[in-house]
Nanobody, 124 residues
Protein backbone atom coordinates (compact mmCIF):
# COMPACT_ATOMS: atom_id res chain seq x y z
CA UNK A 1 0.00 0.00 0.00
CA UNK A 2 1.26 3.47 -0.91
CA UNK A 3 -0.21 6.67 0.47
CA UNK A 4 0.41 9.77 -1.66
CA UNK A 5 -0.06 13.41 -0.72
CA UNK A 6 0.42 16.22 -3.23
CA UNK A 7 1.28 19.82 -2.40
CA UNK A 8 2.52 22.96 -4.09
CA UNK A 9 -0.46 23.85 -6.22
CA UNK A 10 -1.79 27.37 -6.46
CA UNK A 11 -2.54 30.27 -8.76
CA UNK A 12 0.04 31.71 -11.12
CA UNK A 13 0.09 33.98 -14.14
CA UNK A 14 0.80 32.62 -17.57
CA UNK A 15 4.52 32.25 -18.11
CA UNK A 16 5.14 31.61 -14.44
CA UNK A 17 6.38 28.53 -12.60
CA UNK A 18 5.22 26.16 -9.89
CA UNK A 19 6.79 23.14 -8.26
CA UNK A 20 4.54 20.33 -7.15
CA UNK A 21 5.58 17.76 -4.57
CA UNK A 22 4.21 14.31 -3.86
CA UNK A 23 5.12 12.72 -0.54
CA UNK A 24 4.83 8.95 -0.34
CA UNK A 25 4.45 6.74 2.70
CA UNK A 26 3.68 3.11 3.47
CA UNK A 27 6.17 1.68 1.01
CA UNK A 28 9.61 2.63 -0.18
CA UNK A 29 9.39 5.01 -3.11
CA UNK A 30 12.24 3.20 -4.82
CA UNK A 31 9.97 0.18 -5.33
CA UNK A 32 7.39 1.97 -7.48
CA UNK A 33 7.19 3.85 -10.75
CA UNK A 34 5.77 7.32 -10.28
CA UNK A 35 3.78 9.59 -12.52
CA UNK A 36 1.83 12.82 -12.67
CA UNK A 37 -1.58 13.16 -14.28
CA UNK A 38 -3.95 16.08 -14.52
CA UNK A 39 -7.66 16.64 -14.97
CA UNK A 40 -9.20 19.84 -16.24
CA UNK A 41 -12.89 20.64 -15.67
CA UNK A 42 -15.09 18.59 -17.96
CA UNK A 43 -12.19 16.57 -19.31
CA UNK A 44 -10.78 13.14 -18.68
CA UNK A 45 -7.70 12.65 -16.54
CA UNK A 46 -4.61 12.75 -18.74
CA UNK A 47 -1.01 11.69 -18.48
CA UNK A 48 1.62 14.36 -17.82
CA UNK A 49 4.89 12.62 -16.96
CA UNK A 50 6.36 9.45 -15.52
CA UNK A 51 9.71 8.55 -14.01
CA UNK A 52 11.36 5.16 -13.58
CA UNK A 53 12.39 3.76 -10.23
CA UNK A 54 16.00 4.84 -10.63
CA UNK A 55 15.02 8.41 -11.49
CA UNK A 56 16.99 8.38 -14.72
CA UNK A 57 14.39 7.52 -17.34
CA UNK A 58 11.47 9.87 -17.89
CA UNK A 59 8.61 10.30 -20.32
CA UNK A 60 6.42 13.34 -20.96
CA UNK A 61 3.20 14.19 -22.71
CA UNK A 62 3.86 16.22 -25.85
CA UNK A 63 1.88 19.12 -24.40
CA UNK A 64 4.36 19.62 -21.53
CA UNK A 65 7.63 18.46 -23.08
CA UNK A 66 10.36 21.04 -22.64
CA UNK A 67 8.39 22.94 -19.98
CA UNK A 68 7.83 20.39 -17.20
CA UNK A 69 10.41 18.26 -15.40
CA UNK A 70 9.64 15.25 -13.25
CA UNK A 71 12.17 14.14 -10.65
CA UNK A 72 12.31 11.99 -7.57
CA UNK A 73 14.24 11.76 -4.32
CA UNK A 74 13.90 8.19 -3.15
CA UNK A 75 15.69 8.92 0.10
CA UNK A 76 13.08 11.57 0.91
CA UNK A 77 10.22 9.49 -0.55
CA UNK A 78 9.17 12.47 -2.64
CA UNK A 79 8.45 13.07 -6.31
CA UNK A 80 8.44 16.50 -7.88
CA UNK A 81 6.99 18.19 -10.93
CA UNK A 82 8.70 21.43 -11.88
CA UNK A 83 6.39 23.39 -14.18
CA UNK A 84 7.79 26.31 -16.13
CA UNK A 85 6.34 28.59 -18.82
CA UNK A 86 2.86 27.75 -17.63
CA UNK A 87 -0.02 28.23 -20.02
CA UNK A 88 -3.74 28.78 -19.48
CA UNK A 89 -4.38 25.25 -20.70
CA UNK A 90 -2.25 23.84 -17.88
CA UNK A 91 -5.04 24.71 -15.45
CA UNK A 92 -6.17 21.45 -13.83
CA UNK A 93 -6.10 19.34 -10.72
CA UNK A 94 -2.75 17.55 -10.69
CA UNK A 95 -2.49 14.03 -9.28
CA UNK A 96 0.52 11.91 -8.50
CA UNK A 97 0.22 8.18 -8.99
CA UNK A 98 2.23 5.06 -8.25
CA UNK A 99 2.58 1.83 -10.20
CA UNK A 100 4.17 -1.22 -8.65
CA UNK A 101 4.69 -2.97 -11.97
CA UNK A 102 6.47 -1.56 -15.01
CA UNK A 103 7.74 1.79 -16.24
CA UNK A 104 6.29 3.55 -19.22
CA UNK A 105 2.56 3.41 -18.75
CA UNK A 106 0.59 6.52 -19.64
CA UNK A 107 -2.87 5.10 -18.95
CA UNK A 108 -4.79 5.91 -15.77
CA UNK A 109 -5.81 2.28 -15.43
CA UNK A 110 -2.20 1.15 -15.03
CA UNK A 111 -1.64 3.02 -11.79
CA UNK A 112 -2.60 1.47 -8.49
CA UNK A 113 -2.29 4.33 -6.04
CA UNK A 114 -3.39 7.96 -6.29
CA UNK A 115 -3.11 11.12 -4.26
CA UNK A 116 -6.01 13.47 -3.59
CA UNK A 117 -4.83 16.06 -6.11
CA UNK A 118 -3.68 19.67 -5.96
CA UNK A 119 -5.22 22.52 -7.94
CA UNK A 120 -3.13 24.52 -10.39
CA UNK A 121 -4.74 27.62 -11.87
CA UNK A 122 -3.01 29.64 -14.58
CA UNK A 123 -4.44 33.06 -15.39
CA UNK A 124 -3.69 35.67 -18.02
Amino acid sequence: QVHLVESGGGSVQAGGSLRLSCAASGRSLSSVVMAWFRQAPGKEREFVATIARNGVITKYADSVKGRFTISRDNAENTVYLQMNSLKLEDTAVYYCAANGASYGYTSVSRYDYWGQGTQVTVSS
